[in-house]
Structures are given as C-alpha cells and as structure tokens.
C-alpha cells in the first residue's frame, strides 16, 4: 500500500522590462559656403519599449517504493512571451528632396517595428531519493526536449514630404511566423546531505547538461 502525493506549482522564473529614449540633432547646411539656403535643424528622436516574461508550470507526484527510498514524476510545460517597440521620427523644417530641388521642403519620417515572440515547450523530470535519520542521497533527471521561440514582425514606414505622403519612403511590412527551435539536452543530477550533529549539515550536488552538438 503506497501513497502518493501531488502538486501543481506556478511560478514566473523571468520578468525584465525597460524604456528607453534618445533626442539629438544638428545642422545641416544645404549649399557650403554660398548662403542661398538657410541653415537646417534635422530633428531625431527615439523611443523603446520592452517587456518578456517567463512562466513555467509544473505537474507532478511521489510515492515511496519502499521504507527508505521515494520516487517522483513531473511534466513541465514553459509559456512566456515578449513584446518590444521602437519608434524613430525624423524632421526638418527645410530639407532637399529630390523631387522638389532646388526648393527646400518639411520633411517627416516616422518609423516602428514591432516585435513580438511567444516561448514554449515540454519536458519530463523524473526524481529518486534514499533518506535515513541522517543521510539523504537524490537523482533527478530531465529529459531532452525543444524550446521553441515564434515571433512576429511589423514594420511601418510613413515619410511626408510638404504634409503629403511620400511614396518612396512608405512601407508596411509583416514577417510572421518566424520559428525557431533550440535543443536543450538531457539533464543529470546526483546529490545529497550528511547530518553530523543537531545544528551541522553537509551538502553537496553536481549536475550535467551536455549541449555539445545541440541544434538552434
């Protein structure tokens, strides 16, 4: 007669976020020496946004095999996601364009890309243990599995030249489904604990992951 115990755990193992934001600008004289054209002040500023999480939850339950030795199994499944922004926008008062030389224009460029990336994947973990009043010996073992990134791409380019949109300058771009996929490999862990004494305890646990010839 054994019995067995279970539990379900949640937990965010990775949360970063960040902003960010540079302005600079300078000037831009349209003809060298000859002052025909006045001086221009070419204006750029850039804002970013970033956050990505990580969540893993985990399944699993135990029993003893017998007096002294206990077993466990656990189905892992990592969700996270990410999401950044970057917006870069541009303008001149009077600026040359191509299209409207030898006059000078208002120029305004205006760009953002949006990236967005969902992370899974599954893997099994199976765990040993010996204990006696004094010493505790465990093993556990991951087993190999793939972790998958997809992301997704948008990209808008809007130019105006004289408050009317420019052609040349204007885009919106997707590239979805982008997929890729890393190994992690088969994971081996041997540890344990020696109490000497009512306040003493040793410890000591060593752990192997080979990644050699692993694939992303």
């Keep these: 007669n054994h019995g067995f115990v279970g539990g379900i755990s949640y937990a965010r193992t990775f949360d970063e976020a960040g902003n960010g934001a540079d302005d ?7 003809d060298g020496p000859v002052p025909t054209y006045p ?3 070419y204006n750029i500023s850039i804002r970013s946004t970033y956050h990505a999480q990580v969540t893993p939850v985990t399944v699993g339950f135990g029993t003893r095999l017998s ?50 990336s969902k992370f899974s994947g599954i893997f099994f973990s199976f765990g040993f ?7 505790s010996i465990g093993a556990v073992l991951k087993m190999p599995y793939k972790l998958r990134q997809e992301t997704n791409s948008t990209i808008r380019e809007v130019t105006t030249v004289n408050g009317l949109v420019r052609s ?12 890729t996929d890393i190994e992690m490999p088969l994971m ?23 990644f050699s010839g692993k694939k992303l």
């Design 24 to 30: 600079f600008s300078f000037l831009i004289d349209p």
């Design 39 to 41: 001086v221009t002040l």
């Design 67 to 116: 007096e002294r030795v206990a077993a466990g199994l656990s189905a892992n499944v990592i969700t996270g996601n990410s999401v950044s922004l970057y917006n870069q926008h541009e303008k001149a008062d009077s600026f040359f364009v191509l299209e409207y030389y030898p006059q000078p224009s208002n120029y305004d460029f205006n760009g953002t890309v949006i990236d967005s």
């Design 129 to 135: 243990k010996y204990f006696k009043p004094t010493l």
């Design 168 to 179: 040349n300058g204007t885009v919106t771009e997707f590239r979805d489904g982008n997929i």
């Design 188 to 210: 081996v862990g041997v540890g344990g604990s020696l109490k000497t004494g009512s306040s003493t305890t040793f410890a000591a646990d060593i752990e192997y992951r080979p």
